[in-house]
Every structure is written in C-alpha cells, then in structure tokens.
C-alpha cells in the first residue's frame, strides 16, 4: 500500500513567521508531488506541484522535493491569518495520474 | 481556468433512496475522479474513469457506481443510500498524461 503521511496539527505560527510543512511518501518511484489547501468546508485547490529534486518556490510559497529521502516540504514565507487552513500533499502513483493524498496538516496563523 | 462543478453543495437523502450526484468539467479532460473525504480518513478514492464509458474501481468503490456517457460529464451513483455513505464527496478532473487534479466545490450529502 502506498503511503503519504503527514503530521495532522494543529501547526500554530504566529503571523509574519515561516510555516514548514512536511510530508513523507514511502512509493520511490513516485515522480511528480503536489500541494493542495484546503479551507474548511471547502474543496482542495491547487498551491504548486513539484517534480525535480531541490525547491522550487512561487511567491511566498516554496515547495521543496528530496527523493532520496523521499519527503516533500512546502514552507510558507510572511505567514498571514488567511493561510489557515488543512494543507494536502499529493503524490503520484504508478498507474494512470492517480494521486495518493495525506491526511493533511491544519495551519493555524496566529495574528 | 479549469472549472470543475457538481450539481449540489449540499443534499439530504433517505436511507435506502437512490443518490445521483453530478460532476461536470469543462476543459476537455480525459481523466475523472470521484473521492469522499472523512474527518481522520482523508481523501479516498471511489471510481475513475479514463475516457468515456471506462470506468475503474479505486479503493472504496463499494455500495457506489459510475457513469460516464460524455466526456465532460462523471456521474456517481448511490444504489441504496446508508448513513455510512454520509460524507464530503468530491469531483476531479485531469488531462491525460498529467497529474494535476482540479477539484469542483464538493458536495456534502447527509443520509438520515
């Protein structure tokens, strides 16, 4: 069974801080990740995706793949309150662009 | 911009009533995804279909069926609807070949 883990929170940072969140997948042959936010009661939107080793940043959002280590990060600079929310990572499988998901790590951004 | 939407946001339902939830997308993807989110559970897939009229299992597909008459259009199908089919469901879109998966707005159906 392929796997995604993610540590669920609550991740507290207060505003203006870096928040760093992590995920581990344990399929080496996966090539292509992904990171969705997620408000609450609402439905998952693309942040970034990332398919090369190193970082790869897109504004205050920098999303940082280590295959060998098989973990994938996406830190977010100058956190603000409306960066709360649960944050997916998504991992390729094999087969067809399927995606495993995590659980998700909920960000709480502290005024 | 990629626009996925469902035909409700939210929907209640009896036991034992047949369910019809709708997922339509309007960027000519290939690849269509039914997933239910559950709070500790996360997103699980149900069915997906790589073109019309294919449908493949994922890893819940029990109790649930598919259609997929058109290509923009990925219909999910409670036969008898139980209350441990309440949930979140939602609808992705793909293109072929990639990864990317756009979500529509979720539908959240309580069986009572």
């Known amino acids: 069974q392929k796997e995604v883990e993610q540590n669920s929170g609550p991740l507290s940072v207060p505003e203006g801080a870096i928040a760093s969140l992590n995920c581990t997948y344990s399929?080496?042959?996966?090539?292509?990740f992904f990171w969705y936010r997620q408000y609450s009661g609402k439905s998952p939107e693309l942040i970034m995706f990332?398919?090369?080793?190193g970082d790869k940043e897109d504004g205050r959002f920098t999303a940082q793949l280590n295959k060998a280590s098989q973990y994938v990060s996406l830190l977010i600079r100058d956190s603000q309150p409306s960066d709360s929310a649960t944050y997916l990572c998504a991992v390729n499988q094999d087969a067809g662009n399927m995606l495993t998901f995590g659980g998700g790590t909920r960000l709480m951004v502290k005024p | 911009d990629v626009k996925v939407t469902q035909s409700s946001r939210y929907l209640v339902k009896r036991t034992g009533e047949k369910v019809f939830l709708e997922c339509v997308q309007d960027m000519d993807h290939e690849n269509m995804f039914w997933y239910r989110q559950d709070p500790g559970l996360g997103l699980r897939l149900i069915y997906f279909?790589?073109?019309?009229?294919?449908?493949e299992k994922g890893d819940i597909p029990e109790g649930y069926s598919v259609s997929r008459e058109k290509k923009e259009r990925f219909s999910l199908i409670l036969e008898s609807a139980s209350t441990n089919q309440t949930s979140m469901y939602l609808c992705?879109?793909?293109?072929?070949?990639?990864?990317?998966?756009?979500f529509g707005p979720g539908t959240r159906l309580t069986v009572l």
């Open positions: 279909s790589y073109d019309v009229k294919m449908k």
């Open positions: 399929d080496r042959g996966s090539q292509s």
């Open positions: 992705a879109s793909s293109a072929r070949g990639l990864d990317t998966q756009y």
């Open positions: 990332i398919y090369s080793n």
